[in-house]
Structure formats: C-alpha cells, structure tokens
C-alpha cells in the first residue's frame, strides 16, 4: 500500500465557542480520540490527521486554505460535534479544492437515557449541527459525499476507505503525465477527445511522444540487461521449450519485447509519466530490411501488460482516456488483491441467458486478472505496420463479479459509464492465443449492451474485480463529470428517460454557466 504512504486526510470538526472553552476542549478530546480510532482500525488505508475544531469563519477559513496548499492533503472530513453555525463556513467551502467528506455521525453510540442533561444535549448536537452544515452545502452546490453512521461501524469505516482511495486516485490524476507514442487509430471517434478539457476537468496532462525518441531509448538498452529480464520472464510465466532455447526464433522475439520494455520502462521514468498509449502503425521506421532499421519489430504487447501489472496506464491505438482511466483504476484499488485491466470487446457469444461478450486485445491484457499463471508464446499477429511473430503473456480471467467504466466526450462534457458485469468461464480457444475475459453485462446480455450503447460507449473499458460503482460514483463527484451506472435493475425505457434528462441539466447547466 506504499501508493498510500505519503498521503493524508485532515480532519475538521464543527463547534463554537457559545458554550463556552470547556465545552470545546471535550469536543477536542473527541475527535482526537475518533481520529485515532479510525487509524487504528486497519479499514482505512490513508491516514486520518485531526486539524482541530472549526470556531470561527476564521479559523474554517484558514484550515481550508492550508489543506489546499498541503500536497499530501487529498481530502478533507467535515464533522459537527456540536452545533455549528453555517455562515462561518462560507468562505472557507468557497475556498476548498480538494475533496469533501462530510461525516453524520456521534462520539457516543447510544443515548445515556437515564444520565443525559442539557449540557449533554447542547454538547452532543450532531443530529442538529450535521444538517446546518449540510444545508449550506447544498446551497453553495458543494459537491460532496455524505456517510452516516457510528464511527466504530466497520461498514461505515469501509464507506470512509471508498472515498479515501478515491480521493488518491484523483490527487494521482492530477499529477499524471500520459505519453502516446504515435497518434489514435485513424478514423477511430471514441478513443479522440478534448486533452485541453480533460486536463482542466480531470487533471490528467497528454503529450505526444515520437517513437522516433522511444527508440534512441531503444538504442540505448544494454544486451546484458535484456538477458536478465529474459530470465525474469522464463521464472515468472510458463514457458515452452521454444522460449528456454535461446536459439529459437520464437526465443529471439522474447528477448527484442524485453529490449521493448526496458526501452519503454527507461522513457517513462524519464519524463516521470505514469501511462502510454500505442498505435500499431507507428512502430519507428517502416522499411525493416533496412540494415540501419530503427524500429521495433514487433508490437510492445507484452512490454504493455507487465507495465500495466505495475501500475503505469495503457490505451491501445492511442486511447489516451482509457490509459488515463486504468492508471487511476490501479491506485484505487492499491492493497486489493484481485486485480484490473484495460479491455477490449471482441465478439459476442449468443448463448440465451448466457450470452455474453469476449474480452480481450490483440495483446494487451493485463496479467493481475489472470486465473491461473500466464504462459508467455509467440505468435503471428497480421495486423499493423509489423506484421510479425510476436511474443504475449496468454491466459483467462478469474471467474466472478467486477466493475467496467470508460469515459467519453460528449462535446458538451465527459460522461462516465459504468456497468456491473459478470466473467464466467470461457471454453478454450486453441487456435486465438491471447488473454481475455468472458463476461455477460449486467442485468443481461440484451439490456447491459443495448444500454452501454445508447449512453456512447466505447469499445474499451478499464475494468476491476475489486472497484465497486461506488468508487466511480465518488470519483464523479470530485470530479464533477456526469455518471450513469448499468446494473442488475437497469431497464431500457428508464435508462433512456435518464439519459434525456441527464442531457437537458447539462444543456441547461452550461447556459447558465
């Protein structure tokens, strides 16, 4: 979980001073002891740092500034132990960047009925200061999430753990430099879109990167650093005789997508980016029978999936948004154990109720949802500028529920599309040897596609077993993109009547704007 180390969450509790500075130091010890508890309990994988009680429009104001200018600060919880006045939170909500969790909750669990005075009651006014707070959020149209419910609730610990990895992954897209190496697939609409827009949104910067720098890189890579990784390759994967023997043809194509990696991996750390795109018509210089080539002779397929595995964003055929989005994917779900990947829909599998569709890529799956352990082959792959044997990582997901999102742009804004799906599993393939997936959309075949569809969805998603449409309802919030999320109560008739009315606010919205 070292994506989370260096990061924090302040925490800011409501009061006021009208009952007077011992009535505050009681609210104080509370939170302290709170905070504590929350870090204690393991559930929450940023850590909770406790900034104090709120007085004063002040004092709201100034912790409110500082959390904006504090770089590990990627959220701020809200909670009125006490009545709280709203008006003193005006300036400093106006002020606020980063994202907000507001927590209706109480230090004590119960109601000590048989002990409870007015002092009590005046001191222990979350049920009446949470909706003062609440009230001057909607009213300033603060976008935020809300969680109630008892501070030692384990579920309500995990809510707060939602929106904390959340909260990293956004503060991660601010700070995310994607390279496309060449530009989009031509003629593709889905994976174009506003870079300028989408950074002033999303945070994510996109820069073009020739290939032609990619492969000074390339010419740069040791001959003894690429036998090290070879052997990497031949621990970590399944691996035929035709692999181990470096005589081979199919072995020489191993080891130049292991000059591929270490050549990519070199660029990346060297720009700082955490993400690239790729197109398989720009793969350096055409003419391959050219003694002074300076290309790669193959897709950096297997290059992508390790690196993916890794954390760094992959879009193939120059789908920028989609490395985006699975860079973000894989911070969220930092300490999951089940895995993500940037996937394609290939073909679809007519089979009644269980009809479903084959994920997968040319070659670019990532190996975190694999099923069992990726066997690395080479094949020939007769599309593209090269086309060559080409050396792959080959497996089948894991079996079960997860999540699929994908953003477009719609001109008027970006639209965050979300579907609960359901892998189950495939028959063999003998004859396609790539990684996929085998999964039916929620709440079937007929209504997940035909809904994904109407909403603009694109042909490549980012997906995970361990995100929940919470993650991505969090993440539209801070973001403040437009959401629609398919799921086993999705019908068509109401999807559409959400989409028409999604696209009047919008409409409405920017014209007011």
Known sequence: MGTFKNLEIWWVTGAQLLYGGDAVV???????????????SGNIPVKVVYKGTANSSKEVEAVMKAANNEDKCIGVITWMHTFSPAKMWIKGLQDLKKPLLHFHTQYNEEIPWETM?????????????????????????????????????????????IWARVAAGVADARDCLILRFGDQMNNVAVTDGDKVEFEQRLGYHVDYTPVSELIDYWKNVKDEDVDALVEVYHKEYECGPEILDPTTKAAKKVWNAAKAELALRAILKAKGAKGFTTNFDDLGTRDINDPKFKGFDQIPGLASQRLMAEGYGFGAEGDWKSACLYRTVWVMTQGLTTGCS??????????????????????????????NKPKLEVHFLGIGVRKEQTARLVFTSKVGPGVTATIVDLGNRFRLIVNDVECIKPKPLPKLPVASALWIPQPNFEIGAAAWILAGGTHHSCFSYDITPEYWDDFAVMTGIEMVHIDKDTTIPAFKKELRLNEIYYLLNKALC
């Open 342 to 371: 940037f996937l394609e829909d290939y073909t679809l599998n007519f089979d009644g109720d269980r009809s479903s569709i084959l994920q997968s890529h040319m070659l670019e799956v990532c190996p975190l949802i694999a099923a």
């Open 26 to 40: 009681q609210v104080d010890n509370h939170s302290k002891e709170m905070v504590e508890g929350l870090n204690a």
């Open 117 to 161: 005075d007015m002092d009590f009651m005046n001191l222990n006014q979350s049920a009446h200061g949470d909706r003062e707070f609440g009230h001057i959020c909607t009213r300033m149209r603060i976008r935020r999430k809300v969680v109630v419910g008892y501070w030692k609730d384990e579920k309500v610990q995990k809510k707060i753990a």
